[in-house]
Every structure is written in C-alpha cells, then in structure tokens.
C-alpha cells in the first residue's frame, strides 16, 4: 500500500530553520522521483524541491534556492526537506509526494499521484 508520512512541522520566527522528514513504504519510495510541494491558504499548490532518489538529483524552485535543501535517507525510505533562513511567504501546508515514473515536470503537481497527509509550517516576523 502506498504510504507517505510527514513530521516535522512547527512554528518558527523569520530566519529559523525546520526540517521535514517524510518516511516512505518501500514501494513509493522505489518510484524514483519524490517531492515536495506546499500550498498556503487561497494558492495552489506548487513544487518546491524534487529529487531522483536513485541518483540524487535534486531540483529546487526559484523562491527556495539557496536556502532549503533536500534529502534522503535510501536505508530508511526517507526523503527530507531542511529549511533554512525561513520567511513568512514560506508559511504554507507543506507535502510530500511520489510520482509513479519520470515526471514531466519535477516540480509539476501533476506529475505526482502519492501524496502525505501535510505537515503545517508557519513562519512569524
């Protein structure tokens, strides 16, 4: 059965860091392609990291370069997301999700069809 789990979600000031983790059943996480997308009240949801967990790629978006950063844990089927330097604008319901083969866009919300429950993030000024 296809599982994902998200933790890590909190409150922080501006400039804080926190770290999601997001535990995956053996077979999502054979799937290749994990990512993580947010979503904040009245937008859509959009990608913010991808990583090809075989190889290690990783794909950021614009808005998190330089201050987030992905990665996993292969032994323990884990995907991570460190945030660093977080701003208010990162306040949002962050997910974690599988994409059942090579998406056509990493960060494309489409492409993914396994998703978490959400973990909240929310960040003060």
């Known amino acids: 059965q296809v599982q994902l789990v998200e933790s890590g979600g909190g409150s922080v000031q501006a400039g804080g860091s926190l770290r999601l983790s997001c535990a995956a059943s053996r077979y999502t996480y054979s799937t290749n392609w994990m990512g993580w997308f947010r979503q904040a009240p009245g937008k859509e949801r959009e990608g913010v990291a991808a990583m090809h967990t075989r190889y290690g790629g990783t794909l950021y978006a614009d808005s998190v370069k330089g201050r987030f950063t992905m990665s996993q844990d292969a032994a323990k089927n884990t995907v991570y997301l460190q945030m660093d330097s977080l701003k208010p604008e990162d306040t949002a319901m962050y997910y974690c999700?599988?994409?059942?083969?090579?998406?056509?866009?990493?960060?494309?919300?489409?492409?993914?069809?396994?998703w978490g429950q959400g973990t909240q993030v929310t960040v003060s000024s």
């Open positions: 999700a599988a994409a059942p083969g090579t998406p056509i866009q990493a960060l494309g919300v489409r492409d993914y069809n396994s």
